[in-house]
């Protein structure tokens, strides 16, 4: 049976991915060679192999943009940041999201929802981060910002997690 990790153990993945985030401005392309620099114990991150972020759409609607993602089996803990950009390399984080973990390999859906989005178009992504010391990133994708919309978004997006 998988163990849960504590709270504490999520805490300190958060306190050191905004040290990485506050040392390097953010996480650009070139940064993940870097990932791991400052975390506890010197460790690295090493790319993730398993609960890969199948789906990922962000959607403009009524001057916000949801963001939704997909997590297939999703059984690790940890956690999501939720990033997004101007230009597609140099991102920012907006907030972060706990993972869920579940022993049973289900599929998870989660969902943010960015209340200030840059007008014009911005680049989004998620960044998986397990407290095995793992992570994977989500496909980038661009969201015009410009656009007047009428319909809410399918499946409208909250920020809670749902289970499928």
Same mark, same amino acid.
């Given at each position: ?6 709270n *504490?153990?999520?805490?300190?993945? +958060? !306190?050191?991915l ?7 401005g953010g996480l650009?392309?070139?940064?993940q /060679?870097?990932? @791991?620099?400052?975390? !506890? @114990? ?11 972020i199948v789906?990922?759409?962000p959607?403009y609607?009524?001057?916000? *943009?949801f963001? +939704?993602w997909l997590v297939?089996?999703?059984?690790? =803990?940890?956690?999501f940041?939720?990033? +997004?950009? /101007? =230009? @597609? *390399?140099?991102?920012e ?5 706990d993972r869920v973990?579940?022993?049973l390999?289900?599929n998870?859906f989660y969902? %943010?929802? =960015? ?10 992504r998620?960044?998986?981060?397990? *407290?095995d010391?793992t %992570? !994977?990133?989500?496909d980038?994708? +661009?969201?015009?910002?410009?656009v ?12 809670? /997690?749902?289970?499928?």
């Amino acid at each position: 049976m998988k163990s849960i990790a504590s709270n *504490t153990q999520k805490t300190l993945v +958060r !306190t050191s991915l905004a040290a990485l985030l506050l040392t390097f401005g953010g996480l650009t392309a070139n940064a993940q /060679t870097k990932m @791991g620099k400052g975390l !506890t @114990g010197g460790a690295q991150l090493k790319p993730d192999d398993q609960n890969a972020i199948v789906s990922f759409s962000p959607v403009y609607n009524n001057g916000k *943009t949801f963001v +939704r993602w997909l997590v297939s089996n999703d059984e690790k =803990d940890g956690i999501f940041i939720v990033e +997004r950009s /101007t =230009d @597609g *390399t140099e991102f920012e984080a907006l907030g972060f999201k706990d993972r869920v973990g579940s022993p049973l390999c289900v599929n998870l859906f989660y969902s %943010f929802i =960015d209340e200030a989005p840059i007008t014009g178009q911005s680049y989004y992504r998620v960044m998986s981060v397990g *407290t095995d010391q793992t %992570f !994977t990133y989500s496909d980038v994708v +661009r969201v015009r910002t410009d656009v007047q919309s009428s319909n809410p978004p399918s499946n409208s997006a909250s920020n809670e /997690t749902e289970g499928q």
